[in-house]
């Protein structure tokens, strides 16, 4: 019997030897395959292991306004999810504590309340344990500043996440502080499902594109004693921050008087652009359309570089070239114009504000079709492509690589010397039969009140990158577009178009801003007729302010009004006198403005709120206040929608949309109402909006 279970305890010993041996000789077998006769082929996939080099993507450089507030950079945002299905997930703590959570995230992330927070949250547990999602999203677009507050909820303050099933992702994202201002300038970014790059799509951020992206760095895979892992080669390069010439403030006044006409008179869409005269400086930019999916007006697609039909305002560079060419030297000459004129045997030009005769001043003030037409054709009656020639000449008709993208050069035709195209000719120069961008028919205007300098309009002054800080010089497209002696002829024309006895934009007139302009009318061609459609027109005022010693330019579209008012002067030309009325307000035109003492407190200063206390003792310095002072503070909440009544618009939106409110506004100067009432407990993502009054 003891031999028996010796002999089964032998041979079972044996098995496990001869196992042992198999599996060594295996084990050799394999070493020797891979060592020596397949050497080759494992080193090829060693090395190509080895050398696979990743790419590491650049961080794209800021846009700034002109001093240096941002108006485009990224931030990181998380994502927030729950791994129900996580090691060692404590289920029957996350049961009971299911109350509290729900409570603390409808405190702080009022998008939903208590009940739906608490529903939203068990809604996981009610599937089987082996169907329970592994990402199930909790809450995203937040800040680092609330991923931490999260962490201090009931269950969620557990540290190790295999126990509370916390999986917190990290993005980038583009942007905008200061909203929809000057959006569509500034452009969109956008990353595509075959690459991760960050690449602009429109306005600066894609004509600019090569100078924001930056360079990417590479990473190559080393072996290390724990494993392989990246090590970087060559560094990523950040963009460059790019400083534009937007200034904030004008920007605000600009988008709000443009926006406060469109709502008026009921028009389908409208642009305004502010330069500066001696620079060529775009200090502002608004291109507003009604807004497809609500009411009010939103940032549009970018028409201040897109060519239409300008009217009457392209008859001041017809003038220009009239003088520069000596076809007219004295502006009181007097023209026989009459109220029809079928030149070349085409339609006859007919006048809105006709006469039988006018001076050449009077065909600028009076905005008369048939005097511009009889000055230009005097000299180009027998070779009308001359005139296009003549545009080429003075750069007209050149590029203006203002960094805006989509920008389009002035489409005017060459004519044939024929009837056709002295016809053609006629109506050229007063308007029609042409294309072009309102920034070209603005920078004529700005070059004669630059004295006859054309200078290039642009809206890119500085880059700024590691141990560069290169600022863009002030560039022109010729250095002289006319001479002084005619720009300061055009420059009175213009003016009497608001200060003379039968100027077409009377109605712009005030007593503190001298403005010099031109109006413009246009009818809009109907696509399916392909007729002009004289119920729909395009209204246009392109000037400077002050008259007589400019500092700024501006021109305005007011596309298809419908109520209340119909005439370019009483639509765009208001849009520009209220801008200019406003810069002057706020002593923006080298004035000084003067501030009345309140009759309360006669010797002390009244500031208004600020969210940062450091700021009290900043104005005091800045001001020389006397310690003493009146300051009007906010209401504290301590939950809710804050209360910003009182402040000034940027610390405004930011304490509200760091609550995670969106904010719209209307007005400038500072915070008087806002329509959700503070401490209001609001759903993150409700929209407050903001009335603004000095």
């Known amino acids: 019997m003891k031999k028996d279970n010796r002999k089964h305890i032998l041979f079972r010993y044996g098995l496990i030897i001869l196992f042992i041996l198999g599996f060594s000789v295996a084990i050799v077998a394999k070493l020797i395959d891979t ?24 961080e794209r450089g800021n846009i700034l306004a002109d001093d240096g507030s941002i108006l485009a950079t990224n931030l990181r945002f998380y994502t927030v999810r729950m791994d129900f299905r996580s090691e060692r997930f404590m289920e029957k703590r ?35 344990d082996t169907l329970r999602p ?8 937040i800040s680092y500043a609330d991923v931490q507050l999260l962490r201090t909820f009931p269950f969620f303050k557990i540290k190790n996440r295999n126990r509370n099933g916390l999986v917190i992702e990290d993005y980038m994202r583009r942007v905008n502080p200061y909203g929809d201002m000057a959006r569509r300038s500034i452009g969109g970014v956008s990353a595509t499902r075959e690459s991760r790059e960050v690449r602009g799509r429109s306005g600066l951020e894609m004509a600019l594109d090569s100078l924001l992206y930056g360079k990417p760095g590479y990473a190559k895979k080393i072996p290390l004693t724990k494993g392989i892992v990246n090590w970087t080669d060559i560094p990523a390069t950040p963009g460059y921050d790019i400083k534009t010439t937007i200034d904030i403030n004008m920007q605000d006044i600009v988008e709000n008087e443009l926006n406060d006409i469109l709502e008026f008179c009921d028009a389908d869409w409208g642009v305004a652009v502010l330069m500066e005269v001696a620079t060529g400086d775009i200090k502002a930019i608004s291109n507003l359309e009604k807004n497809p999916h609500g009411n009010g007006y939103i940032e549009g697609q970018n028409r201040a570089v897109q060519g239409f039909e300008p009217g009457s305002v392209v008859k001041t560079l017809s003038m220009m070239i009239a003088l520069e060419d000596g076809i007219v030297n004295d502006v009181n000459q007097v023209i026989t114009t009459g109220f029809k004129w079928a030149y070349a045997g085409g339609r006859p030009i007919t006048d809105a504000h006709g006469a039988e005769s006018m001076t050449v001043n009077d065909v600028i003030e009076r905005s008369s079709n048939i005097g511009m037409s009889r000055i230009i054709t005097r000299k180009y009656d027998s070779n009308p492509g001359a005139f296009y020639s003549r545009l080429k000449q003075i750069g007209f008709l050149e590029p203006m690589h203002t960094g805006i ?25 007063y308007g029609y039969a042409t294309e072009i961008p309102p920034l070209s028919t603005l920078a004529i205007y700005n070059a004669i009140a630059n004295g006859g300098r054309y200078v290039r309009p642009r809206l890119v002054s500085e880059l700024i990158g590691e141990g560069v800080d290169s600022v863009l010089p002030v560039t022109y497209i010729r250095d002289r577009v006319c001479s002084e002696t005619n720009a300061a002829k055009l420059r ?8 003379g006895q039968r100027g077409t934009g009377k109605l712009l007139r005030n007593d503190l801003v001298e403005i010099a302009g031109k109006t413009g009318t246009c009818y809009m061609i109907d696509h399916d007729t392909g007729q002009y459609n004289t119920s729909r027109k395009r209204l246009a005022f392109c000037g400077f302010f002050p008259a007589d010693k400019p500092l700024y330019s501006c021109i305005v579209l007011t596309c298809h009004p419908r109520q209340n008012v119909f005439g370019a002067a009483s639509t765009s030309g208001q849009v520009l006198r209220n801008i200019a009325l406003k810069l002057f307000s706020r002593g923006m035109l080298n004035n ?37 002072k009146v300051m009007r503070q906010p209401r504290h909440t301590t939950s809710g929608v804050p209360d910003v009544t009182g402040y000034g618009l940027r610390d405004a939106v930011a304490m509200l949309e760091g609550k995670g409110y969106n904010v719209s506004f209307s007005g400038s100067g500072f915070v008087c109402h806002q329509s959700v009432p503070a401490g209001t407990a609001a759903r993150r993502g409700t929209t407050v909006t903001l009335s603004l009054s000095n």
């Open 94 to 128: 996350y049961r009971a504590a299911i109350d509290s959570i729900a409570d603390s995230l409808a405190l702080h992330f009022p998008v939903r309340s208590s009940k739906e927070w608490k529903k939203h949250l068990l809604a996981p547990l009610e599937k089987a």
């Open 592 to 628: 000084t403005s003067e501030f009345a003492e309140t009759a309360t407190s006669p010797s002390r200063p009244t500031l208004y709120a600020t969210s940062s206390p450091s700021r009290h003792d900043q104005l005091r310095d800045e001001f020389r206040l006397p310690a003493t």
């Open 492 to 499: 009175g024309m213009l003016r009497n178009v608001v200060w």
């Open 35 to 58: 060592t020596v006769l397949s050497a080759e082929e494992w080193n090829e996939k060693a090395m190509k292991e080895l050398s696979r080099v990743e790419v590491i993507l650049p």
């Open 405 to 429: 993208a989509g920008e389009r050069v002035p489409r005017i035709d060459s004519v044939p010397s024929n009837n056709g195209g002295r016809i053609a000719l006629s109506r050229m120069c």
């Open 134 to 141: 592994r990402a199930y999203k909790l809450i995203g677009n």
